[in-house]
């Protein structure tokens, strides 16, 4: 029976897209450029194998001077152009109503780690793990060995929600249910509904 269910947060609780991202702050003709510099060695960040400010500035020796302006804005201030996914707040409030208790596992650097508060929703779980904070990224089975260890989680008893397949594939190793979500947030609902 599923207790417990462990949410990403890139491409499930927040939008999370580089080309619209960087449409927010750049509309030149050097887009493609820009995308390959800037998130060329984004899992360096995630994992934190490298500092923010030397991240910064690989991208900008990387790129033409032209192009800094936009990578310092990008760099500076991506997590702006998040937002939730369409239905996903009252989805989490409908859980946790339901008696559910709700994590995060999550790919993250430090620079959106020191800005979460900036999204209220994620203040209602009852346990995060970012994965700069304990240096692993998914999806490095040791991540969730590491989510299951710290609340003392049974897999089994764990529904594991992700975007990503290879996130997925690794969490079923440790009997954790998975669900690939593509979008559809009404889907979700009626798939935890059951189990």
Not at 32 to 57: P, R, T
Not at 146 to 167: M, S, T
Request: proline share 3%.
């Amino acid at each position: 029976m599923v207790k417990n269910i462990i949410f990403d947060i890139g491409g499930v609780i927040l939008y999370f897209n580089r080309d619209f991202l960087l449409s927010k702050y750049y509309s030149g003709r050097e887009t493609e450029l820009l995308k390959e510099k800037l998130f060329k060695d984004w899992e360096l960040l995630d994992e934190d194998a490298i500092s923010i400010e030397e991240y910064n500035k690989n991208v900008l020796s990387s790129l033409p001077e032209r192009l800094h302006a936009p990578a310092k804005t990008v760099l500076n201030y991506w997590e702006y152009a998040m937002s939730y996914k369409k239905g996903i707040v009252d989805l989490v409030r409908f859980l946790k109503e339901k008696g559910y208790n709700l994590y995060i596992l999550s790919n993250m650097t430090y620079h959106f780690i020191e800005r979460d508060y900036k999204f209220p929703l994620l203040k209602e779980f009852d346990g995060i793990v970012y994965s700069a904070e304990i240096k692993l990224i998914k999806p490095n089975p040791e991540i969730f060995k590491y989510i299951l260890n710290k609340f003392d989680l049974v897999g089994e008893e764990c529904l594991f929600i992700d975007d990503l397949k290879p996130n997925l594939e690794s969490a079923q190793r440790f009997g954790i249910k998975t669900y690939q979500f593509l979008d559809d947030t009404e889907d979700l609902k009626n798939y935890i509904l059951t189990l």
